[in-house]
């Protein structure tokens, strides 16, 4: 049998899909499509086929996507909360800080996927002028930034990552699904600040204020937070 490769009808409807945040139809449709190729499940034919697919950025939580071919796909970034994962191919799949927070991973092989960051810093300058000249202005900008853009996860949050804010009084900021990968945020007055659904891998947030914010399904894997105030926090 010849080798199936990426489908790209496969990879419209799940790109369809990922903007209505909304993947009834996908799931629906992939269980069917299991179903009936079931007795090719050892072949190259079974599963999902989206091999080197761009799906960065790309919200896919819930997605059923087991069996998929995702070999050398870029998923970095990805929100695949709660997605099925099971039993596929992620060989040489770019995970690099994808949200893999209850995936269903049973079968798969994650240890073969690269977490490759080059290139993939977002920070935005300008993004991080406009936070220091003050709090009031950035919350009346990012409200209307971020309510404007809720289906294309490109461009959705702030771009902040690696910034350096260290010292600064944020407090009350509006920092929902903000990127602040690796951001200096030492010693910053973050009380009662929404970080909620933010991206804090690896920032250092040592000696912030952090009391009464909101960090409700905030991302803090390898977060610096020793020293930091989080009395009536939210996490």
């Known amino acids: ?3 199936s490769k990426f489908d790209p009808e496969q990879y419209s409807l799940l790109w369809e899909c990922s ?7 996908w799931n629906e449709w992939y269980a069917a ?28 939580e819930g997605a059923d996507l087991r069996f998929a071919n995702l070999q050398k796909a870029d998923l970095s970034y990805s929100y695949l909360k709660s997605a099925d994962l099971s039993n596929a191919n992620l060989a040489g ?12 991973l049973d079968g798969a092989n994650p240890d073969a996927a690269v977490y490759d960051g080059a290139g993939k810093i977002k920070c935005d300058p300008a993004q991080v002028a406009r936070l220091k000249s003050g ?6 900008w990012y409200e209307n930034e ?7 996860t490109r461009v959705y949050g702030a771009y902040l990552e690696e910034a350096s804010l260290m010292g600064l009084d944020l407090s009350g900021v509006n920092l929902s699904y903000a990127h602040l990968e690796g951001a200096d945020l030492r010693h910053v007055n973050l009380s009662g600040a929404d970080l909620s659904h933010a991206h804090l891998e690896g920032a ?8 009464g914010a909101d ?11 020793a020293g930091a105030k989080k009395v009536n926090a939210l996490f």
């Open 204 to 211: 250092d947030m040592w000696k912030a204020d952090l009391t």
């Open 33 to 60: 499509h299991l179903k009936e190729t079931m007795y090719l499940r050892s072949s190259d034919a079974y599963g999902a086929h989206l091999e080197g697919g761009d799906l960065a950025y790309w919200f896919l």
């Open 135 to 140: 709090v009031s202005c950035w919350n009346e």
């Open 146 to 152: 971020i309510s404007n853009k809720p289906d294309d």
């Open 93 to 104: 799949a770019n995970l690099w800080r994808a949200y893999l927070s209850r995936a269903a």
């Open 19 to 25: 903007k209505a945040k909304n993947f009834t139809r």
């Open 215 to 225: 960090l409700r399904f905030a991302e803090l894997g390898g977060a610096n937070m």
């Open 1 to 3: 049998m010849k080798k």
